[in-house]
């Protein structure tokens, strides 16, 4: 949407605007004030990165509730950053590298990384966390929902090449754990369908955002 790109160039959300936001902007971590950006008419802050995002909702719970919704927000947003890189990078390529053999590499290193992320998933639980979801869990399972794209874009690819059958019986667990959260259902797609023909032009090569582009350009997409 054209109001969207005036914001955030990428096109991609969450985007988020605050007015004014002099001291909420203040009290976010240095790392994370890298992608704030000033409003044209210099009366808001715009926040870009769904990362940042998380952590300056983090510090208005804080400001409003007086204690973080994270219980580990240092630790967790380098681990977030990790996998974030890890998984979602990849996922796109796997979408929009010409080749079948880069796809199939891309695939590898998607499936080796979830195999790893999921050694620090507690049984019945969420990441290194027993009780609740963290920041980890939040940044990774959108692209875990995302699966089902790959599986219709990318259908000679599967997880069950890659993983163990009990990592792969884990991986569904935890994809339902989360789905049921409150906080994840306010942002699932109505359809199904939409998803797919929203994503339709990455596959086909199409996509002319900044994402698309980079991925095209050779470039990993957390670099964007």
């Known amino acids: 949407h054209p109001d969207l790109l005036k914001l955030n160039p990428k096109g991609l959300v969450p985007t988020i605007v605050v007015e004014g936001g002099t001291d909420l902007v203040g ?38 509730n007086g204690g973080d919704a ?32 880069e796809r199939k590499e891309a695939y590898a290193v998607f499936a080796t990384n979830i195999g790893k992320y999921l050694q ?24 875990l929902l995302r699966i089902p794209l790959l599986e219709h874009y990318r259908p000679m690819f599967q997880l069950n090449d890659h993983l163990e059958d009990g990592q792969v019986r884990k991986l569904e667990d935890y994809i ?37 582009k980079a991925v095209a350009s050779g470039r990993n997409v957390h670099d964007v």
């Open 176 to 212: 339902r754990r989360m789905r049921k959260l409150d906080a994840v259902q306010k942002t699932l797609w109505k359809e199904q369908e939409d998803l797919i023909r929203a994503y339709k032009r990455y596959a086909d090569g199409t996509a002319t955002s900044q994402v698309g």
């Open 27 to 64: 009290s976010i971590p240095e790392d994370a004030k890298r992608t704030l950006t000033r409003s044209t008419d210099d009366t808001s802050w715009i926040v870009t990165n769904s990362l940042d995002c998380m952590v300056f909702l983090n510090q208005m719970a804080k400001r409003l």
């Open 120 to 143: 620090s998933i507690i049984e019945d639980g969420f990441y290194n966390s027993k009780d609740k979801p963290t920041l980890v869990d939040l940044a990774i399972i959108p692209w």
């Open 70 to 101: 994270f219980t580990d927000l240092g630790s967790d947003l380098s681990n977030a950053n990790l996998f974030n890189q890890d998984i979602s990078s990849t996922f796109y390529k796997i979408l929009m590298k010409p080749t079948l053999e």
